[in-house]
């Protein structure tokens, strides 16, 4: 089944439409070790919904669980509106080129080229002349703020910030509509962070993209997200704009965002 025949099957649930990705009752453990038990969330098409929760949370485990890396124990995970548990092997590779993923610190190929590392989706899902792929390459390291001679530089190369949006440019490389971010910010100073912030958001707006973004950055929370989800207690406590979350009664959410940290950030 090609991308076209599944995003536009009738069996689409109407009632989803502006739900990208629907989880419910999800359950992740290893071994004994239970991350998640009965968690539910949505994100909506066109927003950016940060992911924050103190450590061990399992932010980066949830990310990984909707995108497949992980499989849950109980649950359901919806993606436009597709239960991703029940697609046959075609169908599933169709589903994922619909989400591009920068993962923490890039995760580039460091014997690749940054032209070359973007081309890597390109070529799992296409089977394209050399001349276009590298057009598209250029494009996407453009549209990710990168100097075109970045293309022929290797991840050793770069600098922790251009690392990070050579990382983007390839999550770009499908033209994707949903972007799964796991601590893009992480590591980078505060003007580069702040750059990269600005970034994300007006791709976000100029592409429709809907982006989930896993962070433990208030600064982010406050300038690029639509709404903030909390995982603790093993479950999303609140998800909801930011003004309503930091009102949200719990010890956690008080430390986090009514901290010294929260208020430089204008959050408190």
Known sequence: MDDMTLKNSPSAPDADKDVVIRVRGLKTAFGEHVVHENLDLDVYR?????????SGTGKSVLLKTIIGLNRQVAGTIEINGYDQSALSLAEERASRQDWGVLFQDGALFSSLTVAQ???VPLREYYDLPMDVMDD???????MAGLPLD?????PSDLSGGMRKRAALARSLALDPHVLFLDEPTAGLDPIGAAAFDGLVKDLSRSLGLTVFLVTHDLDTLFRVCDRVAVL???RILVNAPLDEVVKFDHPWVKDYFGGPRGRAAGIS
């Open 46 to 54: 066109g927003e950016i919904l940060g992911v924050v929760g103190g």
């Open 150 to 154: 970045a293309a022929c530089k290797f």
């Open 117 to 119: 590392n973007v081309q």
């Open 232 to 234: 603790g207690d093993r």
């Open 136 to 142: 598209l390459a250029r494009s996407k390291i453009t």
